[in-house]
Each structure stands twice: as C-alpha cells, then as structure tokens.
C-alpha cells in the first residue's frame, strides 16, 4: 500500500502563491501518471494537474497557465507549483498516483492540505 502525504498549503492573499508538495512511499512512483486533485466545499474532487513517468502534463483549464506541476522520482515527490491564486482555487488538494490521465486515484487518499484564498 502507498502513502501520500501533502503539504504546504495555507492561506494566501488573491495572486498569491503557494508550492504544494506530496511525498509517497514505495518504491513503484517513477513509472506512474502522479495526479492532483482538490476539492472545494459541496464540490466533487476534479483533477487539476498531472504528470506522467515521461514528464507529460495535463492542467484542467482552469489552472491552465498559473499552475505547474513536477516531480522528483528520487524523491518520491511530486510539486504543484500555484501563480495568481484566485478565490475559487480554495480547496483541499490532494495527490495520488493514476493509471492513465483518464482514471481515478489509485490509492486511500491522503489528509490532503488546505488551500485557501482570501479576496
């Protein structure tokens, strides 16, 4: 079973910025699509941002162009980089591992880390 474990989140002014990071255990992370996703109150979870083991990415177009996702294989670890925060990026994000860019977390989610973004 992998662990994920997100954190960096806070509170941030609108245009803020904020620099996720999701540190996962085992040794299998190198060769899958790494995913996040957030939540916000009364909304289903979206995926925002994800990589693939070759260094593709997919941004929802909502992101698009603020935010960056990366990942460090050495590390287990996977960033999202977050530029020009808007009031409706508050959300609990969350990371996890994917089979494909079309398919659902593949593990227990973890705590997840709060995003929010003040007007």
């Known amino acids: 079973q992998v662990q994920l474990v997100e954190s960096g989140g806070g509170l941030v002014q609108a245009g803020g910025s904020l620099r996720l990071s999701c540190a996962a255990s085992?040794?299998?992370?190198?060769?899958?699509?790494m995913g996040w996703f957030r939540r916000a109150p009364g909304t289903q979870r979206e995926l925002v941002a994800a990589?693939?083991?070759?260094?593709?990415?997919f941004y929802a177009d909502s992101v698009k162009g603020r935010f960056t996702i990366s990942r460090d294989n050495a590390k287990n670890t996977v960033y999202l980089q977050m530029n020009s925060l808007k009031p409706e990026d508050t959300a609990v994000y969350y990371c996890?591992?994917?089979?494909?860019?079309?398919?659902?977390?593949?593990?227990?989610w973890g705590k997840g880390t709060l995003v929010t973004v003040s007007s």
């Open positions: 990589i693939t083991s070759g260094a593709g990415t």
């Open positions: 085992g040794s299998i992370f190198s060769i899958y699509v």
């Open positions: 996890n591992l994917m089979r494909s860019l079309a398919s659902d977390g593949m593990y227990d």
